[in-house]
Structure formats: C-alpha cells, structure tokens
C-alpha cells in the first residue's frame, strides 16, 4: 500500500473510531511504529489530531470535529472576525451565520 493510500485509510478509521494507538495502526497496516508517526506528522499539518504521550497515549481527533465536514481554515476565520465591523448589519449576520456553521472551534 502506497502512503497516501494508507493515510487516507488511517483518516477514515480515525473518522470512525476517534482514538487509537500507533502501536495498533502500525500491526493494522503491517508497517512500523515509525512509519505510522511519520504518516500522522503529514497528517497532523491538516488536520488536528491530538497525540497523547505515555502508558495510555495515542492519537485521537477532538470531540466535535468529524473529517467529512468542512471548515474554514483559521486564516479564514481570522479575516472574518477582523472585518466584521466594517460590514452592513445585515452582512455582519449572515458572515456570523458562516463563522457558526464552518468555523471549528479548538
């Protein structure tokens, strides 16, 4: 299996399962820890990914955030929330409505 085959097999059993090991990932897949870390550095530039370190650690996504829903990136809310005081009242509304429904909240 090509990298990016199995990290778009790591994303959609993440998606499912929300928490998992390296450890297991990597006996999954039939590839080292390594590789799965490395996968989940790559993976962790896009997405956020929690990595919990020690006896019980492991990767997990943050509740609330599903992967088949789309969000604006934080440099697109940023411009949002900057502008909105320079918008007619009517706009502020519906640019709030979009902060609301796409903006993901860490």
């Known amino acids: 299996m090509r990298p ?3 990290r778009r097999k790591i994303l959609e059993l993440m998606n499912l399962r929300r928490y998992d090991t390296m450890q297991h990932l990597a006996e999954e897949f039939g590839v080292s820890r390594m590789t799965i870390y ?3 550095l ?3 530039e896009e997405y956020p990914f929690i990595h919990t370190f020690g006896r019980n650690g492991g990767i997990s996504l943050p509740d609330g955030y ?3 829903r789309k969000y604006l990136k934080p440099e697109q809310v940023d411009a949002i929330r900057r502008n909105l005081d320079n918008v ?3 706009d ?3 640019f709030q ?3 609301n429904d796409f903006a993901w909240a860490d």
């Open 4 to 6: 990016n085959e199995r």
């Open 38 to 40: 490395r996968d989940f």
């Open 42 to 44: 790559t993976l962790a």
């Open 66 to 68: 599903y992967l088949s």
């Open 88 to 90: 007619c009242v009517k």
């Open 92 to 94: 502020r509304e519906i």
């Open 97 to 99: 409505s979009i902060l």
